[in-house]
């Protein structure tokens, strides 16, 4: 977080108090829907493991971690609309309450 970029009512503590339950809630509903994550894709990551095992036996999770956050979570979060997530338009500057 930048400090330079608040104004004199924010406080950097509570910025960051925020980020981090956001930051929590986030991963935990992650955890939660596992169940509903597609069998198919599933299947894909897992060959991803068999195939960088092969080569990077120590760098096996972080390669499917990293592909499956980059491929598919993430772009859930620059492209909420399309994936069902919000609805309507986006506004550029987003002003989230804290929790």
Do not use: W
Request: hydrophobic content about 45%; some cysteine; proline content about 8%.
């Amino acid at each position: 977080m930048d400090p330079s970029k608040l104004n004199e009512e924010e406080s950097q503590e509570v910025n960051q108090l925020a980020l981090e339950l956001v930051c929590e809630r986030f991963l935990l509903e992650i955890t939660r829907s596992v169940a509903y994550f597609p069998p198919e894709l599933k299947g894909l990551l897992c060959h991803i493991k068999t195939v960088v095992v092969r080569s990077l036996p120590n760098a096996s999770s972080a390669a499917v971690g990293g592909f499956a956050f980059l491929r598919f979570i993430n772009l859930a979060l620059v492209t909420p609309v399309p994936y069902g997530i919000l609805q309507g338009k986006i506004r550029h500057c987003l002003n989230f309450p804290y929790p």
